[in-house]
């Protein structure tokens, strides 16, 4: 059993991990040989759940690892193990992997391990170019669209935006409303729905208030793919409607003007993970092209806008490779010159001294424009996002910022009292259903997934207003909750999602009927364990600084290009301090070389630790003072 993952409480007598269970906990090393793990001995039982709870910080929170050992009284010890880490080792060290690449033997094997088959294609992904961008005007629709917005610009046309509330959605507006306001066109008038009044997608509010202002063409963005009755509500009131979108459209598509969705069947972009401001930024692409052609001039630099794409992308959680890693890359570095005043205040009210990285927009950056449509009104990071007044960023960014911390804490507040309720039952059911009177809608969501990941099972957090919930539900890998909550479907007022996610509706009287059901559905599905994927088994020799920079070509890593993650074996715990965050911070050694770690949830007690360990970890450099220092950000640790 890995030790970051357990608890040691109860002294009681080891057992052997793999005749305990019926899920084998020891690690399993996959095409490595190295032939460790079996008869692994457990130090002790306990029942805990570790990791901590608040949001990652910058730097050093790392994903906690939940294990929850239970004593299912069957003879002997039985011990349910609920998510092992096991490791995979995913490859070996090949020096002759890439030849020809003047790399190191490691980087050269990680990279083919991450796909990349040829030197070409290998140095493709580390300098990703914006000119091998797929042409935007054949993204099914796009031409269609182009000329009947060209047009609109031409004869002075209104122009509405209807988006979503998200990070992705109010990107997606200020993307396109720049590109106007930088063409000296008329800007679009912008509708961003209200979490709460409204709820996702397009709304019939929206499309009366933009025709009340004169809209006769409505674009939508990052929603609308399945806006059938919208789409005709809108033409029924003589507008136009373009979609971009890209959410899975479902059996019928709106009969919209034209309809832009890489996801949508044969749309040559099919297998482009973008989101809603990447397709909208093909859009804008090919509009720009389009007006070109018709002999517009002066028209604006598309690429400083890249920030927003790259922002949009990683908050969105698609895959960073493809057309991604593109956008993301080449937008990182356009965030990273401060020129968007808005983007700009942000960063500074969050703290963030340094440069901006991927992980930045997921975790500080994003959660903040996310916050404006949480607990107040997304326009206000529209407007954050569009602003060209040093005042009104810095006014608006401290305001992001503060409302970012009430999110905070009307997530903790839900958090807790959901957990206490979910630790006052006797047992840990398969589902977690938890409902509260009154809880902040915005929060839900995010409090589900915190359930989910926390206790290692699909969660549905319910908030009660008169008599009605309304609910948010996260799962975890191997469960469909879209399909358990079809089967509910008659207890239910109204729902939607997909596998990983769902949201829904349901009298306050249907919630106990809603969970018994779906305990049995859910205890029927059977949940893929989350194993550690570790790329290569290296030795302490091969962290060279070379590797270091190299490793860093790989970057912006993320969703769809994770950090790689090596495994040194038998590393002497020289030191282990236990930080005032209850994170443990090492001190290992191999051939004579010593290595700090980052904070590390380590459940267990640090006078159990044994001598040796084998550890899981991603180097990481850290600058202080003008000096750089390696650091080993461990992801799990093993007792040799
Ligand atoms: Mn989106």
Not at 151 to 180: N, P, Q
Not at 355 to 363: N, T
Not at 564 to 590: C, G, H, Y
Request: charged share 20%.
């Amino acid at each position: 059993m890995p030790y970051g993952s357990i608890s040691i409480s109860a002294p009681s007598r080891g057992i052997s991990g793999a005749a305990a269970t019926g899920t084998s906990p020891e690690r399993q090393c996959r095409n490595d040989g190295c032939g460790h793990g079996i008869g692994l001995t457990l130090p002790g039982l306990g029942r805990e759940v570790g990791g901590n709870f608040t949001e990652p910080s910058a730097t050093e929170t790392l994903p906690g690892v939940f294990v929850i050992l239970d004593f299912m009284n069957a003879g002997d010890y039985m011990v349910s193990i609920v998510n092992s880490s096991a490791w995979i080792i995913r490859g070996q060290i090949d020096k002759d992997a890439l030849p020809g690449l003047n790399f190191s033997p490691v980087f050269r094997s990680l990279m083919r391990l991450r796909g990349l088959s040829t030197p070409e294609e290998a140095m493709r992904f580390i300098l990703p170019r914006l000119i091998d961008m797929k042409d935007p005007s054949r993204m099914l629709g796009v031409e269609k669209a182009c000329a009947r917005i060209a047009d609109a610009i031409e004869s002075g046309e209104k122009i509405g935006l209807f988006t979503d509330y998200d990070v992705d959605g109010v990107c997606s507006a200020a993307l396109f409303h720049r590109f106007l306001v930088k063409l000296s066109s008329q800007p679009p008038v912008v509708f961003i729905p209200d979490r709460a009044l409204d709820g996702y997608g397009l709304n019939e509010r929206g499309i009366d208030e933009l025709h009340a202002l004169g809209v006769s063409l409505l674009i939508t963005a990052d929603c609308g793919i399945t806006s059938v009755c919208e789409v005709e509500y809108a033409k029924a009131l003589g507008m136009d409607v373009i979609i971009t979108d890209h959410h899975e459209p479902e059996g019928i598509l709106p009969d919209a003007y034209s309809i832009i969705n890489p996801k949508q069947h044969g749309c040559p972009f099919f297998g482009e993970d973008l989101c809603g401001a990447g397709v909208i930024f093909h859009l804008i692409v090919a509009l720009r092209a389009c007006l070109r052609n018709r002999g517009h001039t002066q028209l604006p630099n598309l690429r400083e806008d890249l920030d927003l794409v790259a922002m949009a992308t990683v908050a969105d959680v698609v895959s960073l490779s493809g057309m991604n890693r593109i956008l993301v890359k080449e937008g990182l570095n356009v965030l990273n010159s401060g020129n968007r005043i808005g983007i700009a205040a942000l960063v500074r009210v969050s703290g963030i001294t340094k440069e901006v990285f991927a992980h930045d927009l997921g975790y500080i950056l994003g959660p903040r424009i996310n916050a404006a449509g949480r607990v107040s009104d997304a326009m206000k990071a529209f407007d954050l996002l569009i602003t060209e007044d040093e005042a009104t960023a810095n006014r608006i960014a401290n305001e992001l910022h503060i409302l970012n911390r009430q999110r905070q804490a009307e997530e903790q507040k839900v958090a807790k009292e959901a957990i206490a309720m979910i630790e006052a039952e006797a047992h840990l059911p398969p589902v977690i259903v938890a409902a509260g009177t009154n809880w902040h809608m915005g929060v839900i969501g995010i409090v589900a997934s915190r359930l989910a990941e926390r206790f290692s099972r699909p969660a549905m957090v319910i908030s009660i207003v008169d008599g009605v919930g309304k609910g948010s539900g996260r799962s975890v890998e191997g469960i469909d909750l879209h399909a358990a909550l079809l089967s509910c479907s008659h207890l239910l007022k109204g729902f939607g999602g997909h596998k990983m996610a769902v949201g829904f509706t349901i009298d306050a009287d249907k919630i106990l009927p809603f969970a018994g059901l779906l305990e049995g559905l859910v205890a029927k599905m059977q949940p893929h364990e989350p194993l550690l994927e570790v790329d290569l088994r290296i030795s302490s020799l091969d962290l060279t600084p070379e590797l270091i920079r190299e490793l860093d070509m790989l970057s912006p890593f993320g969703d769809g290009n994770p950090e790689p993650i090596f495994m040194m074996p038998s590393m002497e715990v020289i030191s282990a301090k236990r930080m005032d965050n209850s994170q443990t911070k090492f001190i290992l050694k191999q051939s004579g070389r010593l290595f700090h770690t980052l904070g590390f949830s380590l459940n267990g007690a640090l006078s159990s630790l044994p001598r040796y360990v084998d550890i899981a970890f991603t180097p990481v450099i850290r600058r202080a003072s003008g000096y750089k220092y390696l650091y080993l950000a461990l992801k799990d640790l093993f007792p040799v």
